[in-house]
């Protein structure tokens, strides 16, 4: 795909992922093998309290057609055929899902210098259909994200946002669930040597005159393993540390207190993901 300002969903994503990535709050295991042929086979188990949930991922690749298949304990079937580039600057999409014989969408991305597009449909008699833009540069791009439904006539979603982006700081603000809510964003990197981050997301829910501020930082001790940590203004503060034990494995412990209840017990979540 061609250089640009990426797609709608990247903007504000770097402090998302700072704030939001890799904490977890389960037990999760992931071990991914490959066939002689190339196939990819990822397994994946979560218990979710008293609950465990599993999945099994089926990744083939031939040339710029990348086909996933994804079996999971409800006997869902997922299906994506993803095609890369079969025109310059353009990939598609193609999704279902088996039995929900409403789930099939076909998605058309466009990246440009100075533009990004995205764009999908729903494959049925009357579907849901999304755009998604962006346009800018390297220091600022602006954008918008919308939902049609076709069944009701309403657009039932409509969102919009801007990014500024320096060298070592990335800024961002949009107006999300149909203007109700208000969120801006940054991300600072302190340090690139050591991958030292600080970020902090602040959002407005208009309807109930809500704030939810959270901040958080990273650090890498050595190239092989990560602290983060963050807080938010309703008392829950959480960390962890990611280890690499090779390049493609890695382990996640995180945790989280409510420092409002401290008398409750902390929630301690468990990552496993091993990669040949």
């Known amino acids: 795909m061609a250089k640009g300002p990426g797609l709608y969903s990247d ?11 890799d904490y977890q709050g389960d037990h999760k295991f992931t071990i991914t093998t490959y066939t002689a042929n190339g196939v990819a086979i990822t397994s994946t188990g979560t218990k979710k309290g008293e609950l465990f949930l599993a999945d099994v991922n089926t990744q083939l690749k031939n ?9 999971d304990t409800n006997s869902n ?21 088996v039995p929900d014989q409403k789930s099939g969408k076909v998605e058309l991305q466009y990246s440009h210098e100075h533009a990004g597009i995205s764009t999908s449909l729903g494959l049925t008699a009357t579907p849901v ?5 962006v346009a800018g540069n390297s220091t600022a791009i602006f954008g918008t994200d919308v939902t049609f439904d076709t069944a009701s006539g309403d657009f039932t979603k409509y969102n919009a946002g801007v990014s500024f982006t320096t060298s070592d ?5 949009t107006l999300n669930d149909k203007g109700d809510s208000l969120t801006a964003s940054y991300f600072h990197t302190v340090s690139p040597l050591t991958n030292t ?3 902090a997301e602040l959002s407005h829910r208009f309807s109930t005159n809500e704030n939810t501020l959270t901040i958080g930082t990273q650090h890498s001790l050595d190239p092989l393993t990560t602290l983060k940590a963050r807080a938010n203004n309703y008392g829950k503060a959480s960390a962890l540390i990611q280890h690499h034990w090779h390049p493609k494995s890695l382990v996640t412990v995180s945790g989280e207190v409510d420092t409002r209840a401290i008398e409750k017990s902390a929630k ?8 040949p």
Do not use: Q
């Open 11 to 21: 903007i504000g994503k770097k402090a998302r992922d700072l704030l939001y990535r």
């Open 63 to 71: 040339n710029n057609i990348t086909t996933d298949i994804k079996v």
């Open 77 to 97: 079937v997922y299906t994506t055929i993803t095609v890369d580039e079969p025109a310059p600057g353009v990939k598609g999409i193609f999704s279902f899902i």
């Open 129 to 133: 259909v999304n755009f998604s833009g």
């Open 169 to 173: 700081l990335i800024a961002s603000l």
């Open 197 to 199: 981050a600080v970020g």
């Open 268 to 275: 301690i979540g468990l990552a496993v993901a091993l990669k």
